[in-house]
């Protein structure tokens, strides 16, 4: 087909709108938010102390560092949905949670330990952790996916990876509820671990589906 | 240049609120360029230059349905050569050559008119033929015959936005086959 004639009929489908990719990857988590909610209240449920938690600034310090993870994570990965752009000038955004942790770590270690760093490190649910992560993470993946594909990103095992990125603080927000380990070291070393597996997935799948 | 990148980013504005003579102005405009950027790819690459209008066709595909990514207060050109390097690159890989494209070579492109050696685009052409009946004829009918979406509506005793349902999944999905191929 020649040229001129192709531009003829995309010239006459002009009229055509395609919704924007913030609200078609809305739409998406807003679809797949309940099937990762409902994971949790089956496998897991919040955890039954959770009153007398909410008083301990640790425990609430989990959800800013989740919540700060995805927003983030959802900020770069529209940015990175256009085409012309790349992660420079926005990846420091994802260092927000990681400077919080680092934070919070700090803050632990000036107070007296109630138990042995070593203790808390390695907590109690660490093997939940690893597993509840990331699975309740998958729908949210899959929703980030195909919001992501209604945008144009050109490097797309980086956009995948940050949809990763984006599914994993969604998940991590709603296991941390669940989770009776608050100390920070433990969040640095088991959510991070979990986060990082949901990226890489995000990363290998996004390379496939992300193309355009 | 600059004159050029703000009649473009003119043109996509005017296209984006409703005005198709407008888009089409623009998609004239800069098909030479993205000929000249092809051409240049695919010589460096050590591939026949006379296989750049599929190249040209599969950018304007894609340029055509990610429209939508474009910020209309940003300038139009780096989108539209960030769409173009892509698809170059993804041809070259294609082709079985891993090559390094360089955004200026659209930027610094001088047009390039269809040379007489160029060999005529047949990707776009094969796959219109494994669309479904109803999408290839529509895309047939206003591309090959041009004829407008009501004409095309009353040949085929169809209402007129089941043509243009038709014309937009027809030309989603020739991109989405050429990009799978």
């Known amino acids: 087909m020649e040229t001129d004639r192709l531009i003829r009929a995309l010239a006459a489908d002009n009229a055509h709108r395609s919704p924007p990719v913030g609200f078609v990857l809305t739409l998406a988590l807003l679809a797949a938010a309940p099937v990762s909610m409902a994971i949790f209240f089956a496998e897991l449920g919040v955890r039954p102390d959770v009153m007398t938690a909410m008083r301990n600034p640790f425990f609430d310090l989990k959800f800013l560092v989740t919540l700060a993870l995805a927003i983030s994570a959802i900020a770069v990965s529209l940015h990175l949905s256009r085409p012309e752009t790349s992660l420079h000038g926005w990846a420091w955004l994802l260092l927000i949670p990681a400077g919080l942790l680092v934070a919070g770590i700090a803050g632990e270690m000036m107070m007296p330990a109630r138990l042995p760093m070593m203790t808390r490190l390695v907590g109690s649910n660490s093997r939940v952790c690893l597993m509840a992560i990331p699975l309740m993470s998958l729908p949210l993946l899959a929703a980030s996916l195909i919001g992501l594909r209604q945008g144009a990103p050109t490097r797309p095992a980086i956009a995948g990876a940050i949809a990763g990125l984006l599914s994993a603080g969604l998940a991590a927000t709603l296991y941390a509820s669940h989770c009776t380990d608050d100390s920070p070291l433990f969040v640095a070393v088991w959510y991070t671990i979990a986060t990082a597996l949901v990226s890489a997935i995000g990363a290998l799948a996004g390379s496939r589906v992300l193309r355009f | ?181």
Do not use: C
């Open chain 2, 1 to 181: 240049m600059r004159e050029r990148d703000e009649e473009w980013t003119d043109l996509m504005r005017s296209a984006i609120s409703g005005d198709s003579a407008a888009y089409h102005r623009l998609l004239k405009a800069v098909a030479p360029v993205l000929r000249a950027a092809a051409r240049r790819g695919l010589a460096r690459a050590g591939q026949p230059v006379d296989q750049s209008e599929d190249i040209v066709q599969d950018i304007l595909l894609a340029v055509h349905l990610k429209r939508h990514t474009w910020d209309a207060n940003a300038p139009f050109a780096p989108w539209l050569f960030a769409i173009a390097r892509n698809k170059l690159i993804d041809a070259l890989r294609r082709r079985g050559r891993r090559v390094f494209v360089n955004i200026d070579d659209f930027a610094e492109t001088i047009p390039s008119e269809p040379a007489a050696e160029t060999v005529p685009a047949s990707e776009v052409a094969a796959q219109l033929q494994s669309l479904p009946a109803r999408q290839r004829d529509v895309v047939q009918s206003i591309a090959v015959d041009s004829a407008s979406i009501k004409d095309t509506a009353a040949k085929f005793a169809m209402s007129e936005g089941a043509v243009r349902v038709a014309l937009h999944r027809g030309l989603a999905s020739l991109t989405a086959r050429l990009r799978e191929q």
